[in-house]
């Protein structure tokens, strides 16, 4: 790790400057903290620039904010947006292009900015329990009132690996704590959160993924999912058993997640191909789904699955979608499919379409496997089965009621009148 400091100019501001500690070779990564400071993305940094994220060698950038960790903060640097002001500068200076930003809490905030900002220079955003945005109905909870005890209880999905105890800290510890919350109060505002941030949003014109932990007790999933909604094109999904800061928690599966999406980034006029058994496993079971195309290809235009259906299996309850429209194209066996109280029975190279606001659900009453083709467009649906994925995974049964309860998340309701089961 080779750590050096930067002096940049920023207009509005004067001369800034920036403490980077730099780790690994090759695609470039900004990692921004969030308001536990440089320390809580250290050991992530280190993984990152490591395994690079299974998507090829990573060189890791990781800034102190200003004011953090004692270091000096210009009287004019006093917002989120002022910070991404910073960074800019910062990859002017060191001329990075096709930058991935990863941001925790305050730190996804300063990625949104930048991508706003400068979207010439960057390659993506991983936006991690961000903050930032207003949500009436899910707020983040008031940092500033809570004590270091509850802190660690709202941050954590188990919070007793991870507490400390300030008594035990030193004075000089216990100085930098204070000039880090400090720090984060100035940029942050005590609502963390800015008023027109989340209407500029739809101006982001980056890919972008939205990672949450689905513990999180400082902002919690559905704010996530408001974030990811006012962010044309982004990818939302929910990282299991981890709290506010999955780099401390869980930091394999938050690298699985933006190796995932550094990997399958689109590059201009790249052709996407995916071989039999490759592609995405978003279901298993006695309905099975491989996600083949999840928009990345598409610009979001398209999602395309690939569904196998064992015999005598129901599907979903019937339901409605308000936002795309969904198309099934029956590769073999026969699929009932339930319109209203209509059922229709679609054998091999049958095409069924189903437009927003019509009812329907599919099954397989026959003997034999059934396979579909299943499309979206736009592809908003496809993180609805990578939802049903992490909830499956966190150990929660698919019933009915937990399945339209993740079908509201992607603008689907359930039919106002149930058919009887289409197997029975």
Known sequence: MITTTHEVDVAGIGSVEVT????????????LHGGAGPRSVAGFADLLATSGAG???????????????????????????GLAAVYVALL????????????????????????????????????????????????????FSLTPEEVARLSYHDPAPFRVDPAALSVAQREVMAGNRAALARYGG???????????????????????GDSDRIAGP?????????????????????????????????????GSFAGHRAVAGTV?????????????????????????TTQHRLGIGEIIIDPHTDGPPQHRHAQHDEGFYVISGTVRFTVGHETHDAGAGTLVMVPPGAPHTFANPGDEPAVMV????????????RELRAMIAAGRPMTDEAVIEVMSHYATEPATDYAPSATA
Request: a negative charge; glycine letters at 12%.
């Open 20 to 31: 980077v500690a730099e780790r690994g070779q090759g695609r470039p990564y900004l990692l």
């Open 222 to 258: 559905d704010y996530g999912r408001a974030f990811a909604a006012a962010i044309p094109g982004a990818r939302f999904e929910l990282l299991t058993a981890t709290g506010h800061v999955p780099q401390i928690e869980t930091p394999e599966q938050l690298l699985t997640a933006i």
């Open 374 to 385: 299943n499309t979206f467009t736009p592809d908003l649906y496809v993180d609805y089965f």
């Open 55 to 81: 998507a090829g060698a990573a060189r890791v950038l990781a800034p102190v904010h200003p004011g953090f960790e004692a270091t000096p903060r210009p009287e004019a640097l006093t917002s989120a947006a």
């Open 272 to 296: 996407s191909i995916v071989g039999p058994g490759e592609g995405e496993v978003a279901l298993s079971g006695p309905a099975r789904l491989r996600i083949l195309e999840d928009g990345t």
């Open 190 to 212: 005590a609502s963390m959160a800015g008023p027109s941030l989340r209407v500029r949003l739809g101006g982001v014109r980056v890919p972008a993924l939205v990672l949450w």
């Open 92 to 143: 002017d200076r060191l001329r990075l292009t096709d930058v991935i930003v990863v941001g925790n809490s305050i730190g996804g905030w300063i990625a949104a900015e930048m991508a706003l900002r400068a979207p010439e220079r960057l390659g993506g955003i991983v936006l991690v329990d961000a903050v930032g945005i207003e949500v009436a109905d899910h707020p983040v909870v008031d940092f």
